[in-house]
């Protein structure tokens, strides 16, 4: 009896973990970027016995999400491998799938939690990358010796990842080249929370590139990734967890009286 009781324990234990991933896939079922989570169980043993049961590995499904079209020149989506890369406010470096990026007041193109997009400046003259990756910032004003001087009016991104200004001049610059990043082992990423990963020594460093080159790919704008979550199917989950919940318990009721039943016996 007292077997049956500990399974039972364990199993409700288990299942009550894996809600909570199934709960969070849901609640980000509209996220952009995310990737919902699968939750496994593994058996105890004890002896010759089984002895219940416990959660095992909690993996990430990276399946591509939907690209969404926002009309928002800005946002971004990636078709393929690869992450983008952000600078945090303490200097540190994430990746993020999540592409809703906008203009700050600096003229940075920021994520919606204040970190900045990284990429090459391009020169203006040659279209050629120039120096070290770094934040990507909007020119508001462009000089021309044939149109002379301009502020800056719009901004496009191409799927190349080519961020390009045009001028109240005439003049259309190609100004930045969003970079992006991706690792041998992707499963290795630190999932810090707000759509952010870290680089960890199981990841591997970051392979840097740029838009379809170096195993990374394509990105696609003006587009969001959405959340690769069925709805569907974490509703069917729930309800698959809400019967083995209910079964589990059981087995502690049906325990309970087989101990009143001994009892009386006795008595």
């Known amino acids: 009896m007292v077997q049956a009781v500990s399974s039972a324990i364990s199993a409700l ?16 079922s509209t996220t952009s970027g995310f990737k919902k989570s699968r939750a496994s169980s593994v058996d105890v043993v004890k002896g010759n016995m089984g002895g219940g049961t416990r959660l095992g590995e909690i993996s990430e499904d990276r399946s591509q999400g939907p690209a969404i079209s926002t009309g928002s020149a800005t946002d971004l989506a990636i078709s393929g491998e690869g992450y983008f890369i952000v600078a945090g406010q303490n200097g540190d470096t994430y990746y993020t799938r999540d592409g809703q990026f906008d203009f700050d007041q600096q003229g940075r193109l920021v994520d919606s939690y204040g970190n900045v997009l990284q990429g090459w400046a391009m020169d203006p003259e040659s279209g ?4 070290s990756m770094g934040d990507i910032i909007s020119t ?29 001049n005439g003049t259309s610059v190609d100004l930045f080249q969003t970079g992006m990043a991706r690792f041998t082992n992707p499963a290795g990423l630190d999932k810090i929370g707000n759509n952010l990963y870290t680089a960890t020594a199981e990841s591997g460093d970051a392979l840097t ?9 394509r990105i696609i704008p003006p587009s969001l990734e959405g959340s690769n979550v069925d709805l569907a199917e974490e509703m069917t989950n729930l309800m698959l967890l809400q019967r083995n919940y209910q079964a589990n318990l059981k087995v502690i009721e049906t325990e309970n009286d087989m101990k009143g039943d001994v009892l009386n016996i006795i008595s």
Do not use: C, F, H, W
């Open 209 to 217: 590139g740029v838009s379809g080159s170096n195993g990374l790919g």
């Open 13 to 28: 234990q288990a299942l009550g973990r894996k809600m909570g991933v199934t709960a969070n896939n849901v609640a980000n």
């Open 140 to 168: 508001m004003q462009i000089s021309s010796d044939e149109d002379g001087p301009g502020n800056l009016l719009s901004v496009s991104v191409g799927d190349d990842g080519v961020v390009a200004g045009t001028y109240s």
């Open 128 to 131: 050629e990358l120039s120096g």
